[in-house]
C-alpha cells in the first residue's frame, strides 16, 4: 500500500508557472510508475504526464506537450510536475497516481491515487 499527498497547487496568472510535489509514504515507492492527472467540473479525469519507475521513460498529454515537465527524485519519494506558461484551460484538481504494472494515459491503470490539489489559473 502506498499513500500519496499532493502540494503545491495555488492560483496563478496566465502565463505563470507552478510545481506540483507528490510524497509517496511506501518503501516500495520506487517499484512504482507515477502519473498525474487532472480533473475540471464537469469533465472526466485527463492524463497529464508520466513517469517509469527509474526515470528512464516519460509521457505527456497532447495539451501538456512542450510546457508540462515530469520527473521524480526516489531518494526523496517524490515526483514533481512543473508546469510552465499555464492557461485558464489548465485549471482543475490535479492527481498524482502510482501503478505496480506501468505508465498508461487511463486512470484505471493506477492501484494509488493522492488526494488531489487545486490549480487555478486566472485571464
Known amino acids: 500500500q502506498v499513500q500519496l499527498v499532493e502540494s503545491g497547487g495555488g492560483l496563478v496568472q496566465a502565463g505563470g508557472s507552478l510545481r506540483l510535489s507528490c510524497a509517496a509514504s511506501?518503501?516500495?515507492?520506487?517499484?512504482?510508475?507515477m502519473g498525474w492527472f487532472r480533473e475540471a467540473p464537469g469533465k472526466d479525469r485527463e492524463f497529464v504526464a508520466a513517469?517509469?519507475?527509474?526515470?528512464?521513460?516519460?509521457r505527456y498529454g497532447d495539451s501538456e506537450k512542450g510546457r508540462f515537465s515530469i520527473h521524480r527524485d526516489n531518494a526523496k519519494n517524490t515526483v514533481y510536475l512543473q508546469m510552465n506558461r499555464l492557461q485558464p484551460d489548465d485549471t482543475a484538481v490535479y492527481y498524482c497516481?502510482?501503478?505496480?504494472?506501468?505508465?498508461?494515459?487511463?486512470?484505471?491503470?493506477?492501484?494509488?491515487w493522492g488526494q488531489g490539489t487545486q490549480v487555478t489559473v486566472s485571464s
Open positions: 497516481a502510482a501503478s505496480s504494472i506501468g505508465i498508461s494515459h487511463e486512470p484505471q491503470g493506477y492501484d494509488h
Open positions: 511506501a518503501r516500495t515507492y520506487t517499484r512504482y510508475h
Open positions: 513517469i517509469t519507475w527509474n526515470g528512464d521513460t516519460t
